[in-house]
Structure formats: structure tokens, C-alpha cells
């Protein structure tokens, strides 16, 4: 077979080999169609995982996706399916129910696997809500499963090599194995060192030991030292070592016989069972049969009652009536790197304070590689979903994983032969994580990365010319940039290139072509592609307008947690764009986005605490949520921050500093901001009076299409401010904004037709528009249009 494994050396022949599994009938493929109610449950260094219904079916079930879906990736999926298949017939095995696909491209199938759903989660969660209400039954019960499944592992030729409590699942009280990432056959590893590591206090701790002169492999003894940890676990309720930094420190203490203490008032049996697992000499510690078959005795000795104990009562030599058809393709899969539980990390970075002649005893450097891999694609990962979330979400990874924000940029550096690595400096540069800003280091990187093929790279260094980051602006660049990721499949890039498209970017404006890229990055599942074609179906941008359309696709990009989709769909509850108004739905939904971090839903959740949309009004929370979006340089947070201070909404009012805010976001384009930045110029607001100024600001608001801006310059047109004045030009302005379904507009042009400025002369008009302004509650409009009608 080793032959035929070397003619499988790219991802088109490791998809045709799951095309021809399920053909066969080896793999059960469902049709994505065939789910719903699909949210975002957790996410990890290989990609996401959703929990779905099946249609029409109660059932949940978790659907498995994969970043960067490559040679590498489609083998990780075929080795998943592989050691899924060889175990799944057990009750304590996460069950694998077959694939999915959620791409319409033929000629690019993004696999997703389907999976069983453990609906109360980690062992660890398990444990911290439940445990108080865990009687000894429920404990042996957890504690005897888990073995059991470990054992059919074995059995199977197959060990772990990363237990612990957050990769044992709980479905309805009982255990579920999970996440084979790290599993390998143990014959495949008895003549390889081990290059991967699991977290420090569940990791035979022989891996440590710097008094050997060779290397130690893992082996089964490793997965029973790990179950021995498990077991104090569950007697305890907590992890092990709760509250010491899983650091270099601890790893030596463990190697040099530290263990956890044993709980009070608990069988002398069973902590014997687990001391064993965990002696610091693996050819003392006890089989994982022996394991079971003690554990037995406890349960037959004490009458504890295990929930089905007669299923585990089978004699292990009893051949299993299961079908290996999968797994006697034989098709030798290479060790992936797509899963790291990286609180070892801390380790890894403390080695490199530890005298030369340490690290010579201790392991070689070279074992950490995969680890240092895998931790960077992890933060790479975190930036498909945008900056801003990007970096919260790599603080917090570094901060659950105990490593320093210097650790990891030493890392970055020391790996800079990795694409990732060079691009995620680039990242670190650009945004401060860490590290000052440097906007023109962080475009040297990209360029670097992108040289090297990284599609991100590419994608950000097309951002840095459409946006002057660290360069000069190049939108033509910027649209070749875009261009060749889109060339290369990334979705992203496909997006991006919409948007050049839709708005004349590095070429001509097409926004029917830019629809058609929307449509088909929201094919192959890109968040921004389908939020930016629900715009598309909003506005008008290259399809008729339908607003149930456009509601459909923010709800789509909702449920599959894109916080703009959110913020957009609770503006589609507020206005009741493509469904009924819903204003406590909206602020929900904006309280949903603000919470991921996303500064427009901060903003509208902050004009619905002002304005009291869903909720009491609170202008001191408005100003607050206008301050949080401000900071994150949300355009539409600094504008309001700006009206806040201007008009004393939840803070003193201070116009310099309004004047100062609105200067920020017309310097960043915001044509509100502009305009207001006019209205300060020309009253004095902040500054001094500069009516030429004012009228300056009008105008490039109105050549943006705020209907603000056009309004204001229809005023100064009206009576000759900072202008000439043009009656005519000043009546087209008004018309147009009043059109748009301005109020003050509408009662300008009415007062224009009322008195024959820019117009003839026109009552009826007059009434006509008064009466459209006074509906929309403006007050002089109604008192206008009751005493023309008392004159006619």
C-alpha cells in the first residue's frame, strides 16, 4: 500500500478518495440543505464548529469546519474519518454521522463533517456547574465510561496522546471521547520521536525529564498516566493544579514526583487506581484493561449502580461485529497539526531561559516546531473575521493560554520562515498588539508574506494601497491585489474585489459585478460576502431592491455569527426593513453585536439608549456606548460623540470638543461628520466663523450623498452663505433631499413653493409638502400648513 499512499500527494486526490468513500456507501454524505438553525458553538485552530438541526428532525448535530482548506487540512479530514469510523460503534465515543459540504463549486468541495452533538459540553464545564449535585454513582459513572472508551481506543490500536478534561465531552450525563487530532496509531509512532504535546499536568510527565539522554516516545502507559489525572479530577471537581501557572516550574516539579492530593472521605480502592496511573515509571502504572477491570471490582464490591454496566461486561476478545471497510483502505495519513491545547506553550517559551546545557539534557528545540505552528494558525485564524475582532480574540487566546504578549512576539520573530508568522507581525504592527504602531513595518510585512503566497498576506497588502496604510495610496494595486486572491479561491478576496467593484476602485464602477462577487463569496460561506449582498439587495447595488431579501441575508450572517449581519438586522427591526418593526428586537441584536466587539452595533445600541429604542433612556449609557465605538474608530461613534458634547447628551457640554470630533471623521470621510464640521464653521461652534469653510463642507457631504450635507447647501445657496446666492440651485437641493424623505427639506421646498423662490409660485405644493414634513411629527410644518389652509 505504501506505493499508492506516495500517488496521493494533493488535495484533489485526498477529496476523490472521500468521493469514492462515499460513493461506496463508506461515508454518508447529507446535502447542507438538510440543516438549520445553524449557530456558531466554538471555534480552535483548525476552524468552527456549529451546532445544526437536521429539518424537520429534533436532533441536534454539530457540523465540523476547516480553515484553510489544503493538501494538509483534506488529509487531517480523511485521518479524522479513519480513526472516527474504527471507534464510533462505542457509547463513549463521540459518534461521526458523515460530511457535508456547504460550497456549490464542483471543482472546490469544502468537506465539513457531521458529528454527534454533546449537549452540556467539556468534562471541565461539566464538572464546575454540576458537581455539587454529583453523588459517588454519578462520579463512577463518569469515571467508568471514560476508561471504557480509552480502552476500546487500545483496543483498536489507537492512542490519545492529549486527554483531558476539555476534549472529554458530556452528552446528557454521559461521557463522549473526543477530538482524534492527536491520535495516531501506535504502530505508526513506535519508531518517530513525539513532536506533540497536550496541557502540562495531564502529560506523562517522562516528556520532561532532562536526565535522559534520549528521547521518550509516548505510548499507551502515557494515555493511562493522563487518565489517572482525569480520575482525581472527577473525584475532586476541579482541574488539576487549579490556580498554579502551567509553566516550566510546574512540568519539573511534576517529573520530580509532585502530584495532586487525594480528596477526603473517598475509597482507598480508588485512589489507589489512580496513583498507579499516574507513577512517575511507566512500566509500573497498570494496563488500561487492568484499569477497567478494577474499577469493576469497585463498582461490583461497593453496589454501585453503572448506568448499561452490563454493555462493558463483554469479554475484550470477543470480536466486534463492526464494519473496517474504511479503515482497510489503509490510506496512511500524515500527522496534522490542526489542534493544540496550548497551555504548554508557557512551557515552550520558558525553555528559552534555561541554561544551554539544560535545553541540550532537556528536549530538543526541534520537538516544539509543530507546537509553534500550530499556535500561530491559531491567530491567524482569529483574523478571518476582521481586525478589530481578530485582536481581541488573539488577548484573550494569549491570555487563557498563559503566555506573555513578549513571549509571543519572540515567537513571531523566531519563526519567521512561517508565512503565518510574518503576517500576523504584520498584524501586531499594524494594529499595536504589543508593540507600538508602526502602519509602514506592518506593510513591509504583508509585502513579505504575500511574496511568499500568504492569501492573507495578499488581501492586507491590497488594503494597505486602497487605504494609504504605511504606503501611498494605490487603488489600482489594490485592485490587482484583490484580484489575484480571488484567482486563488479566497473568499476574501472574492469580497474585496466586489467592493472595488461597487465603488470604483483600481477600475471602473460595475456594481453588477460587484453583486455577482458578493454573491459568490456568500456562495463558498464568507460572512462579509453574504452581509455585503444583503446591502446589495437593501440599496440597489446591481439587483433590483428587496428588502425580504435583504432581511433574509442579515439574518443568515446573524445566525452564523457575523456581528455586522447583527447590527444590520436590528436596524431592519428598527426601520422594519423586509419585516415588521421590532424595536426590542433591535436592541437586542445591537446589544448582541456590541458584546462581540462590533463598533456599529456599540453605536446603535447606543442612539437606542438615547432615544429610547427597546429600552429606558439612559444618556449617560448612550454617551458611553457612543465613547466605546469612538475609541474603536467607528465613524458613526465619533459623529455622535460629537453631538453628545455639542448638545450635553450625558456629559457637559464642551463645543471645542465637539468641533475637535467632527474634524476627526470628516477627516476620515464621514459625510456626517462633514457636515456638522460645516454647521460649527458657520455658527461658530467650536471654532471660529468660516462661512466660505462651512459652505466647503456642504458641498463635499452632499458630493458623498448626505442628505444633510445637501440640505445645509441648499441653505447657503438659498441666502448666499459662503457662496453666491442661487434660488434655483437652493430649490433643486431641497427637492432632492425632501425626495429622500428629509422633514426639514420637505418644509424648506414647501416654504419655497409657498413663496415662489427658486419655483413658481405653488399653495397647492406648498400644502402638498407641509403636509408630508407635518406627518413626520415637524411641528412648524403643521403650524404652516394649518394656516394655509385657513387662507384658502
Keep these: 500500500m505504501s506505493n499508492n499512499v506516495e500517488l496521493i500527494n ?14 461506496r456507501k463508506l461515508i454518508k454524505y447529507y446535502e447542507f440543505e ?19 438541526n437536521w429539518k424537520n428532525y429534533y436532533k441536534y448535530c454539530a457540523l465540523k469546519s476547516f480553515y484553510n482548506f489544503n493538501d494538509a487540512t483534506v ?25 457535508t459540504t456547504s460550497s456549490k463549486d464542483d471543482q472546490r468541495k469544502e468537506y465539513m463533517l457531521v458529528m454527534e452533538y454533546a449537549d452540556n459540553g467539556t468534562l471541565r464545564k461539566y464538572l464546575q456547574e454540576n458537581f455539587r449535585n454529583l453523588t459517588w454513582n454519578d462520579k463512577f459513572n463518569l469515571a467508568f465510561q471514560l476508561v471504557s472508551a480509552v480502552s476500546c481506543l487500545h483496543d483498536e490500536g489507537i492512542m490519545h496522546r492529549d486527554l483531558h478534561s476539555n476534549n472529554v465531552l458530556i452528552h446528557q450525563n454521559t461521557v463522549k471521547l473526543a477530538d482524534f487530532g492527536l491520535s495516531k496509531r501506535i504502530e505508526e509512532t513506535s519508531n518517530s520521536q513525539s513532536k506533540t504535546f497536550g496541557l502540562i499536568p495531564y502529560t506523562d510527565p517522562k516528556i520532561f525529564n532532562r536526565n535522559t539522554s534520549t528521547l521518550y516516545l509516548l505510548n499507551k502507559k502515557s494515555d493511562v498516566y493522563s487518565i489517572g489525572v482525569l480520575l482525581w479530577e472527577i473525584s475532586s471537581g476541579q482541574p488539576p493544579f487549579h490556580g498554579i501557572p502551567y509553566d516550566v516550574g510546574l512540568a519539573i516539579s511534576i517529573s520530580q514526583g509532585l502530584r495532586e492530593e487525594p480528596i477526603p472521605n473517598i475509597s482507598k480502592d480508588y485512589i489507589k487506581i489512580y496513583t498507579d496511573c499516574w507513577n512517575i515509571e511507566p512500566d509500573n502504572r497498570p494496563t488500561i484493561n487492568r484499569v477497567v477491570d478494577e474499577l469493576k471490582a469497585i463498582i461490583t464490591k461497593e453496589n454501585i449502580i453503572i448506568k448499561d454496566f452490563h454493555l462493558y461486561n463483554v469479554n475484550n476478545n470477543v470480536q466486534l461485529s463492526y464494519d473496517h471497510q474504511l479503515s482497510n483502505l489503509n490510506v496512511k495519513v500524515s500527522e496534522s497539526t490542526n489542534s493544540l491545547h496550548g497551555d504548554l506553550s508557557q512551557l515552550i517559551q ?4 534555561m541554561d544551554t546545557k539544560d535545553i541540550e539534557s532537556s528536549i530538543s528545540i526541534n520537538q516544539f516546531e509543530d507546537n509553534f505552528n500550530i499556535i500561530i494558525n491559531n491567530m491567524f485564524n482569529f483574523f478571518h473575521d476582521g481586525d478589530e475582532e481578530g485582536k481581541q480574540k488573539v488577548l484573550s487566546y494569549l491570555n487563557e493560554q498563559n503566555i506573555t504578549l513578549q513571549e509571543i512576539k519572540n515567537l513571531l520573530l523566531n519563526n519567521q520562515n512561517n508565512s503565518n508568522s510574518i503576517y500576523l507581525l504584520g498584524k501586531f504592527n499594524e494594529l ?54 480571488a484567482d486563488l479561491g479566497n473568499t476574501y478576496g472574492i469580497n474585496n474585489l466586489g467592493h472595488c467593484y461597487q465603488n470604483g476602485i483600481g477600475i471602473d464602477i460595475d456594481k453588477k459585478k460587484a453583486f455577482e462577487l458578493y454573491q459568490k463569496a456568500a456562495d463558498l460561506g464568507n460572512l462579509s460576502g453574504i452581509y455585503n449582498l ?44 423586509g419585516t415588521d418593526i421590532n424595536k426590542k428586537k433591535a436592541f437586542e441584536l445591537y446589544q448582541k453585536a456590541a458584546d462581540l466587539g462590533d463598533s456599529p452595533g456599540m453605536s446603535n445600541l447606543g442612539y437606542c ?16 456606548l457612543y465613547q466605546k465605538a469612538a475609541d474603536l474608530g467607528n465613524l458613526s461613534g465619533i459623529y455622535n460623540l460629537g453631538n453628545c458634547y455639542k448638545n450635553g447628551i450625558g456629559i457637559d457640554i464642551d463645543k471645542k470638543k465637539a468641533f475637535e470630533l467632527y474634524q476627526k471623521a470628516a477627516d476620515l470621510g464621514d459625510s456626517p461628520g462633514m457636515s456638522n464640521l460645516g454647521y460649527c464653521y458657520q455658527y461658530g461652534i467650536g471654532t471660529d466663523i468660516d462661512k466660505k469653510k462651512a459652505f466647503e463642507l456642504y458641498q463635499k457631504a452632499a458630493d458623498l450623498g448626505d442628505s444633510s450635507g445637501m440640505s445645509n447647501l441648499g441653505y447657503c445657496y438659498q441666502y448666499g452663505i459662503g457662496t453666491d446666492i442661487d434660488k434655483k440651485k437652493a430649490f433643486e437641493l431641497y427637492q432632492k433631499v425632501a425626495d429622500l424623505g428629509n422633514s ?9 413653493y409657498e413663496n415662489g423662490e427658486g419655483i413658481v409660485k405653488n399653495i397647492d405644493k406648498a400644502i402638498y409638502w407641509y403636509n408630508k414634513s407635518a406627518k413626520q411629527g415637524y411641528q412648524k410644518a403643521q403650524n404652516k400648513l394649518e394656516k394655509l389652509k385657513n387662507k384658502k
Design 609 to 624: 439608549y438615547q432615544n429610547g429604542i427597546g429600552i429606558d433612556i439612559d444618556k449617560k449609557k448612550a454617551f458611553e
Design 534 to 577: 444583503g446591502n446589495c439587495y437593501k440599496n440597489g447595488i446591481g439587483i433590483d431592491i428587496d428588502k425580504k431579501k435583504a432581511f433574509e441575508l442579515y439574518q443568515k450572517a446573524a445566525d452564523l455569527g457575523d456581528s455586522p449581519g447583527m447590527s444590520n438586522l436590528g436596524y431592519c427591526y428598527q426601520y422594519g426593513i
Design 10 to 23: 494533493n488535495s484533489n486526490d485526498w477529496i476523490k478518495w472521500i468521493e469514492d468513500s462515499i460513493s
Design 34 to 52: 438538510q440543516f438549520c438553525n445553524i449557530q456558531e458553538i466554538g471555534f480552535g485552530g483548525f476552524g468552527k464548529v456549529y451546532r445544526a
Design 350 to 353: 520558558n525553555f528559552d531561559m
Design 432 to 485: 499595536g498588539i504589543g508593540i507600538s504602531v508602526d502602519k509602514q513595518k506592518a506593510f513591509g510585512l504583508y509585502q513579505k508574506a504575500a511574496d511568499l503566497g500568504n492569501v492573507l498576506g495578499i488581501t492586507d497588502l491590497g488594503s494597505c494601497y486602497k487605504y494609504g496604510i504605511g504606503t501611498v495610496v494605490d487603488k489600482k494595486k489594490a485592485f490587482e491585489l484583490n484580484q489575484k486572491a
Design 744 to 752: 426639514l427639506a420637505q418644509y424648506k421646498l414647501a416654504m419655497m
Design 75 to 99: 488529509k487531517a479530514i480523511v485521518r479524522e474519518i479513519q480513526f472516527q469510523r474504527e471507534v464510533d460503534f462505542h457509547d463513549n465515543v463521540i459518534r461521526f454521522y458523515g460530511v
